[in-house]
């Protein structure tokens, strides 16, 4: 995933500025909008086709950490650090998935 460059942070707008292109697999940004497209299927059994939920996660989180740097406040801290919490519960999730051979598959 690209990193987010605060100094492209236009406080004028208070708009992050995004790059063209892709961002992560099934994340598309250009100067005025984010397009999501979801994984569509396990990806052993139909490929990558779109971003998995960990990489919106994700993406939102590196977004308020830019608005964190410019703006700091309380509020903010607090949605970052439950964020991260997020990333590792899905974290979590995966290596027990993987541990038992089903990660990335329709099975339990």
Known sequence: MKTMNIEN?????RAYPFSDGDVA?????????????GQRGPVQEVGV????IDD??????LTIEVF???FPCRENS??????REAE????ERKLDREA????GKSEK
Do not use: H, S
């Open 68 to 70: 964190n740097k410019k």
């Open 78 to 83: 607090f949605v970052i650090t439950k964020l």
């Open 100 to 103: 038992r051979g089903v990660e």
């Open 49 to 52: 086709n779109g971003c998995q």
């Open 25 to 37: 697999p099934g994340i598309y940004v250009n100067e005025t909008q984010v397009a999501f497209t």
């Open 56 to 61: 919106l996660i994700k993406f939102a989180r």
């Open 9 to 13: 942070f236009d406080p004028a707008t």
């Open 88 to 91: 590792m519960w899905l974290e």
